[in-house]
């Protein structure tokens, strides 16, 4: 028994190098986990308080720039409207709003800190649970997609970027089929599309829309154009490189979605598949 | 002895915020990452026990990583190098016994040994980090000249600001 204390203590450091390593293992597994929450993330109240002191700074120095586009995106808006439609037919005119119901609501937020430059890229936006922001919300801006909510805190909440190894877009190119969109890894202004069927006639600047299927996005938002695409010989599936509409350089204000139907169709989809 | 401490803790906390307030928001396109902080770890006083360096090693790693989801990915790396340093340290600096020089320095250890031991430990940081984060072999190439341009990059602001900041700290 002494020689093990002795051995143990005469070996300690490598003992607690490995230790150290084991535990930091674990943090990696642990916060690879696409859905898992994690307890210690940038979520937490002191990372966040940090940052936003810091983004208070920037925001000061971008301020022109950011009321430019909301300036644009409110002039978008306002064509929107039905009082600057004008009716084709005085005699005649549908409501057609009563028809509809809203489907998304909408939770403007700021980007407080943004990643581009890694494989696996996080946002932090200063909205959280005190502002009814929830876990698996997508996020869009008035460019495009953004991405999705992994983890909520009071008053902050962390986005796995669209720009991230593991996050997946269902889109459509024009008017074609339902499929999904990735990203490669390195280009922050290029995403990939490599299950579209080859019986599908494309074309360069083809524009790409999410699908809306899985109601993390609002359908047919406008994600980027085709800039690229290539069929392999002997291959049944193209090669699509998209180019992105949305700057993630300069992302600053991005609104959180919140479906008001996903509910039922996730007790629904839970309904087959616990059968 | 306290007085070694205090200059740890006031490093420790000045290494984080220049790199997650200041570093992070530098972005030089995909190839390039910019890490300052090990230097921390290359800059620990030689008399230390290896011990403590690698818990402060990992807890430096660890709250890096707080302010980019990857707190287990920095931790990794940044104990492996304090793991590795002892070795360098006798390697390039055969002579030194911890007894004169308290920490490795620029001006102590002449120009090109110092640049050696400092890129032998960033490239081996960042080559567990940038490996890790892919996890993967699908992209081989890429992360190899990401891992060489960054250690590369990294390097050249350490040495930069070792010249510029911390000579004056000698005598």
């Given amino acids: 028994m002494r020689n093990l204390f002795q051995f143990l203590f005469k070996n300690f450091q490598y003992l607690l190098f490995i230790i150290l390593e084991i535990i930091s293992g674990y943090l990696i597994v642990k916060e690879s986990s696409f859905h898992q929450s994690a307890y210690i993330n940038s979520s937490n109240q002191l990372v966040g308080d940090l940052l936003e002191k810091q983004h208070q700074v920037k925001s000061f120095i971008y301020l022109r720039k950011e009321n430019d586009s909301l300036a644009a995106e409110n002039a978008r808006l306002r064509g929107e409207q039905p009082y600057s439609l004008l009716s084709i037919k005085d005699s005649f005119f549908i409501v057609t709003d009563s028809n509809k119901r809203p489907a998304f609501k909408y939770i403007s937020a700021e980007v407080i800190n943004n990643e581009v430059n890694k494989v696996n890229n996080y946002l932090i936006l200063n909205k959280g649970l005190k502002n009814r922001v929830r876990k698996n919300m997508g996020v869009i801006c008035d460019k495009g997609v953004v991405g999705i909510v992994k983890d909520v805190s009071d008053d902050f909440c962390v986005v796995i970027s669209l720009l991230n190894s593991k996050s997946r877009v269902g889109v459509r190119v024009d008017k074609g089929n339902y499929v999904s969109m990735f990203w490669e890894g390195y280009d922050a202004t290029t995403a990939s599309i490599n299950d579209l069927p080859k019986h599908i006639k494309i074309k360069k600047n083809d524009t790409v829309f999410t699908s809306g299927e899985s109601w993390f996005y609002p359908p047919n938002l406008m994600v980027g154009t085709v800039k690229d695409y290539e069929l392999k010989n002997g291959k049944n599936f193209y090669e699509i490189k998209v180019k992105l509409s949305n700057d993630f350089y300069a992302l600053k204000n991005v609104y959180v979605v919140q479906s008001l139907l996903r509910a039922q169709t996730d007790t629904l989809l839970s309904k087959i598949h616990d059968e | ?171």
């Avoid at chain 2, 306290?2 to 200041?22: A, D, E, G, T």
């Avoid at chain 2, 921390?40 to 006083?45: E, R, S």
């Fill in chain 2, 1 to 171: 002895m306290s007085n070694i401490y205090i200059r740890l803790v006031i490093r420790f906390i000045f290494f984080l915020l220049f790199q997650v307030l200041v570093l992070n928001n530098i972005e030089l396109g995909g190839l390039m990452n910019l890490y300052y902080y090990p230097l921390f770890v290359l800059l620990l006083p030689l008399r230390m026990p290896q011990w403590i360096s690698l818990l402060l090693s990992f807890v430096l790693g660890y709250s890096v990583g707080l302010f980019s989801n990857s707190s287990g990915l920095h931790a990794f790396s940044t104990v492996i190098m304090a793991f590795v340093r002892p070795f360098v340290i006798q390697i390039i600096f055969p002579k030194a016994d911890g007894s004169d020089t308290e920490e490795i320095s620029l001006e102590q250890s002449g120009f090109v040994n110092f640049i050696l031991y400092a890129f032998i430990l960033i490239f081996i940081h960042h080559f567990f980090l940038f490996i890790i984060e892919v996890w993967s072999f699908t992209k081989f190439y890429f992360t190899i000249l990401k891992i060489f341009t960054s250690s590369i990059v990294s390097t050249s602001l350490i040495i930069l600001s070792e010249y510029l900041f911390w000579r004056k700290r000698i005598k």
